[in-house]
């Protein structure tokens, strides 16, 4: 299909002599592939296993099945629209393109506070990893602050400097973290003669019965939390109609074996009631193996997975919030390209304190909860996405880097599986769902009443479309 650079002449960063800049196209497939399963591949080291704990090992596995299920729908639906819409932003753009400005402002809204908010979730595994090792090694007490801000901080100077230095360091590090997760499948499995897992004295019935494996849905989506970020990389992709849809479809490939694996090797070495409130479950499954080798690989894989999961976070919260600059449904200093590195440099500076306010002051389980209700509202919206998209501009009316398949039952099941979430969240966590919900209700009659007159509506349209069926 036809590729258009439609955002990069837009721009407020300078260049040289006074000149327009943008966004650099300079990824690929791969890049894309480390951005998707980089900011995910974090939560099969820590936070799905809170879901044994809501309702048990088993509970745990069908709730990873059908956050599975969800996020295949998320993944086809966002191949489609996001190789046809290829601009920075993502969701919000499709959304500002398909729907309308004050959806678009919403869902960009989601998109910066879920990835900020696991921005912060991952600094504080950091912090907890570089102190379970100290008191390891004899040394209790450590101040694990230093660590989370370091870890930030040094990742938004990455960010700064560049996306393409910045995704390679992400692919060489999520490669290393999911191969330690194969690893350690391998090594403690019958295939090569070990007998360390134990699932026949392991493994009970559902402790809490049905009511658990709803309730364990909440945290069944850490397992894949984030692969809708890869639409953050389409204006800086090489290649959209080809690279987006096959980074994110290999990406929830990947993260579908990874999550499997995962739950096989933790419900194995650890009895239910532990694992379902360990930190680092996979790095706990390699200490209990008894072997030195596997502890050490999954303490540099749990670290690796951490940082690269941030390092997407701080390029996708970024993307959006430049992008919502860009187009003045926020201010538009935050629109500027960095005239030297192309960076949306102003948006990731602006995003790492907010990321450190709560890296530094909340419970692990309450950002964890405020980064999957933001997901949430934007997966919501997605259904309702693809039906219009499809209705104002039918297949044979503009071309599609990717069509996905049996359209719309993959939106009707992306649907029914968000509300059954909603209700999975609302059992542990309703106080904070609520809280959610009437923030983003207030920030949406602020857009109304007041941000949206900045906005100029006829310059929103920036795709070389035909009319909407319909209009």
Known sequence: MAEFDITSQGADGMGPKGTK????????????WALGVGIVLVGEYMGWNFAVGKGGAFAALIACWFAGILYTCVAMIDSEVTSTV???????????????????????????????MLEAANAITVGFLIDTVAVMSGHEGLDQRPFIVLAIMFLAWLNYRGV??????????????????????????????????????????????????????????????????TTQAAEEVRSPARALP????????????????????????????????????????????????????????????????ANGCINDSSRAWFAMGRDHYLPAWFGAVHPVYRTPYRS??????????????????????????????????????IILFRRKWPMETIK??????????????????????????????????????????????????????????????????PRPRGY
């Open 86 to 116: 290829a601009a920075a932003g993502g969701q919000y753009t499709q959304a500002k393109h398909i729907v309308g400005p004050l959806m678009a402002f919403n869902v960009g809204l989601y998109l910066v506070f879920a990835y900020t």
């Open 348 to 385: 990731i500076i602006f995003l790492v304190p907010i990321a450190l306010v709560f890296a530094l002051g909340a419970p692990l389980d309450q950002v964890i909860t405020f980064s999957i209700l933001s997901g949430l509202l934007g997966y919501t919206f997605m259904p309702i996405n």
């Open 21 to 32: 800049v943008g966004l650099l196209r300079v990824l690929g497939p791969a890049h894309v």
């Open 400 to 465: 599609r880097g990717y069509e996905h398949p049996f359209h719309p039952i993959p939106a009707i099941v992306l649907l029914s599986l968000c509300c059954v979430a909603y209700f999975a969240v609302f059992l542990g966590y309703g106080a904070q769902l609520v809280a959610m919900i009437a923030f983003y209700i207030l920030v949406s009659l602020w857009f109304h009443f007041w941000r949206y007159r900045f906005v100029k509506r006829a310059a929103q349209f920036t795709m070389p479309w």
């Open 246 to 309: 096959f980074g994110t479809l290999a990406g929830i490939m990947t993260l579908l074996i990874a999550a499997t694996l995962t739950w096989y090797v933790c419900v194995g070495l650890m009895p239910w009631e532990y694992l379902g409130q360990s930190g680092v479950p996979l790095f706990d499954a390699a200490r209990l193996s008894g072997s030195t080798s596997l502890m050490v690989l999954m303490g540099i894989g749990t670290l690796f997975a951490t940082l690269a999961s």
């Open 164 to 229: 393409l230095a910045t995704l390679t360091f992400s692919l060489v590090i999520t490669a290393i973290a999911f191969s330690s997760i194969l690893i350690l499948f391998v090594a403690t499995s019958p295939i090569v003669g070990s007998d360390v897992l134990r699932h026949e004295a392991l493994m009970t019935d559902l402790p809490y019965g049905w009511l658990g494996v709803l309730a364990a849905m909440h945290f069944g989506l850490w397992f894949y939390l984030g692969i809708e970020g």
